[in-house]
């Protein structure tokens, strides 16, 4: 067995648990109203997690949906090596991302005054 089979095999296994945690985070969001996980940003959800619920539900019943077909194309040979090695790449870089846009604007504090020191400083 090469570095490149054992590399493949881990990110074909690997597909598994992502898109059962990534369709489990979009079913408790979307049925279970439960925002506890939605736009975090240093573990803090923002101060209104239900306005940013939709979109990452979205987010992650997308990526889910598209790594149960990626691991569905696999197993019935459909699509070739580098096909599906890229979709499913793409897909957790773009989920990673888009995650990360939700929780930094969930999270932004554009036009938003700082409190004056009290110190004095300059």
């Known amino acids: 067995m ?3 089979v ?3 095999w881990i990110l074909f296994l690997g597909l598994f648990p992502i898109a059962f945690f990534w ?3 979009a079913w408790q969001i979307l049925f279970k109203q ?3 996980q939605v736009a975090l940003k240093r573990g803090e959800p923002p ?3 239900a306005k940013y619920a939709p979109y990452v539900a979205a987010i992650n019943l997308v990526a889910g ?3 149960v077909a990626v691991i569905l194309m696999v197993v019935i040979g459909g699509v070739a090596y580098d ?8 897909t957790i870089w773009m989920k990673f991302f888009a995650d990360y846009i939700v929780s930094r604007n969930a999270h ?6 700082k409190p004056a020191d009290p110190g004095g400083r300059r």
């Open 2 to 4: 090469t570095i490149s």
């Open 6 to 8: 054992a590399i493949t």
């Open 23 to 25: 369709l489990r985070r």
């Open 34 to 36: 439960d925002f506890s």
């Open 47 to 49: 101060a209104d997690p």
């Open 65 to 67: 949906a598209i790594a």
């Open 83 to 90: 096909t599906w090695t890229a979709i499913a790449g793409s």
């Open 108 to 113: 932004a504090n554009w036009g938003k005054k």
